[in-house]
């Protein structure tokens, strides 16, 4: 987006086309040497393509994904410790979402994680050296949202900005004297209502009272 802002701020300049008024596109490649160890063609057409998983507490699956440098760190671990990547993968979720701005220190990692200590070290320092070589705060990607005080407000990777105008939905009725007086007499008439109701209800309960009286002296003649 930077380089159309600048592509459209030279054409507006100069009125014209210059050929370094050029967006970069990533040239595709063909011929690669490493295509059939990481896609071999073995594939077969599964029977069934859409797989529904329970939406169950131990169905779970962390957040955070293993990249290659991860794989080599594990697979060096495996030699001296029992480890498993979605282990792996799991503590340094919890590390991650137990941390803010500034990481979690290795006391309280002890305590967000269940592992060994000497496992837990390991870890830790791996995902310490790794946090500060990464340029973002967390190492789980998330989508970048607007902020409450306004200043990413020109950023263009920020998404679901809120609206800077408020959309009028209804037109707002004006409190004045004779609305508030109709409001009055709609409470006086439902207040009225109300209790011819209750001297309904107990009218007709004499009634019933009456005829089963009058039953009771019919049967007793």
């Not at 990547?85 to 002890?110: C, H, N, T, W, Y």
């Not at 306004?150 to 920020?158: A, E, H, K, R």
């Not at 409190?175 to 209800?201: G, P």
Request: aromatic share 6%.
């Amino acid at each position: 987006e930077h380089h159309l802002q600048r592509a459209i701020s030279a054409q507006q300049v100069y009125g014209e086309k210059r050929d370094n008024m050029v967006i970069p596109v990533p040239e595709a490649e063909s011929n690669i040497a490493y295509y059939e160890s990481i896609y071999p063609g073995e594939f077969k057409m599964p029977k069934q393509l859409i797989h529904i998983q329970p939406f169950s507490l131990d169905a779970e699956q962390p957040d955070y994904d293993m990249d290659s440098e991860d794989e080599v760190f594990v697979n060096k671990l495996k030699k001296r410790m029992d480890i498993s990547p979605l282990q792996f993968e799991e503590m340094i979720d919890r590390l991650e979402k137990g941390s803010g701005q500034q990481p979690v220190s290795l006391q309280e990692a002890k305590l967000l994680l269940k592992e060994d200590d000497e496992l837990i070290r390991e870890v830790y320092e791996y995902w310490i050296k790794k946090r500060k070589n990464c340029r973002g705060p967390s190492l789980i990607p998330a989508v970048k949202q607007e902020k409450r005080d306004g200043s990413s407000t020109n950023d263009p990777y920020v998404a679901f900005r809120r609206r800077t105008e408020k959309m009028q939905t209804r037109k707002n009725r004006k409190n004045d004297e004779a609305s508030y007086e109709k409001m009055l007499k709609l409470r006086r008439d439902l207040s009225r209502a109300v209790t011819i109701l209750e001297m309904i209800k107990r009218r007709e309960k004499s009634k019933r009272e009456l005829l089963h009286l009058t039953l009771e002296i019919i049967e007793k003649r």
